[in-house]
């Protein structure tokens, strides 16, 4: 059943759809026909910032991962350009060229990148002498960790970690531009300037339209696999298990603006362990999660400053 969310500013009512799990994310000016229970989306009048603040602002249900107790956000099936950016002039050769992929299915992915403290906590199940990571905040990215165990913590949680083309398509969220459409990377991402090379606490960023936060900056994120870029109209299958380089997105705390865009890609061997290199998780059995009452931590009206 349809829920609506009503707000009211300037004395117009305004109706806002949820989108549902399973939905195609919609384009902007397009109203979703199979509205419920999980990403506020706006079908009506707001100004185009607000109503990207309202998106991703408003009430949500958040669903818990039940062995890492991270935030999942669902992100639904669809289509888009991955690769180098439109208007794009700092893009590297292995970033083209820019093809089309098809996601089938959606998935849950992390809000944020994994913690210390949900590290920690797997740590504590799993490997109870292992050395711990006193030095980092609970509430900063987890770094220091290969490829081969950012895989083992995604198992653990009943996960994996993102392929590359749904770490993409999460990060870009409709966004065809290489910060995501961000005039203010100050406001959307932890890098260079801002952070001086240190991982900062995760969350504090405006989060994107899927309602992520991090994606751009603070720590490069491991992926699965690499996608192998479309050449003369092929595409090969990557084996997972090929003991070659593995890729990371995102850029880091450590990063200047041309590499803190969302088609840079980082190669590295899977031992590879750096202090700004961290990783988020994909769950796609939504058995490994558990519901959550949602939440208002801010009404629209308020959103809207009304």
């Known amino acids: 059943m349809e829920e609506f969310l009503t707000a009211h500013n300037s004395g117009d009512k305004q109706i806002i759809p949820v989108l549902a ?60 350009d991955m690769g180098v950016s439109e208007l794009d002039r700092e893009a590297s050769d292995n970033e083209k060229p820019r093809h089309e992929v098809e996601l089938p299915e959606g998935f849950w992915i992390g809000q944020i990148p994994v913690t210390v403290r949900e590290y920690e906590r797997y740590l504590s199940e799993e490997y109870p002498n292992k050395r711990r990571h006193p030095r980092d905040g609970f509430d900063n990215p987890v770094v220091n960790v290969s490829w081969m165990e950012a895989r083992a913590y995604c198992e653990w949680a009943g996960g994996s970690l993102p392929k590359e083309v749904e770490w993409e398509y999460a990060a870009r969220a ?46 490069w994120e491991w992926c699965l696999d690499c996608e192998i870029y479309e050449t003369r109209g092929t595409r090969q299958p990557f084996d997972a298990s090929a003991p070659e380089l593995r890729v990371s997105r995102g850029g880091s705390c450590s990063c200047g603006p041309d590499r803190v865009r969302v088609s840079a890609r980082q190669f590295l061997s899977p031992d590879t362990k750096l202090g700004d290199l ?29």
């Open 21 to 80: 799990e399973g939905a195609i994310m919609p384009s902007p000016k397009v109203i979703p026909s199979d509205c419920q229970d999980f990403l506020i989306y706006n079908a009506l009048r707001f100004e185009p910032d607000r109503r990207e603040r309202a998106l991703v602002q408003g009430v949500r249900q958040s669903l818990k991962g039940r062995k890492d107790d991270a935030t999942y956000v669902f992100v639904g099936r669809g289509n888009f």
């Open 174 to 219: 409709g966004k065809k531009y290489a910060h995501c459409g961000c005039d203010d990377l100050d406001k959307f991402a932890w890098w260079s300037k801002n952070a001086r090379g240190k991982p900062q606490k995760v969350g504090l960023k405006d989060p994107n339209w899927w309602g992520l936060h991090d994606v751009l900056g603070n720590v």
């Open 278 to 306: 961290g990783f988020r998780c994909v769950i796609r059995d939504k058995s490994q999660l558990r519901p959550t009452p949602p939440t208002a931590d801010r009404t629209i009206a308020s959103i809207l400053g009304a």
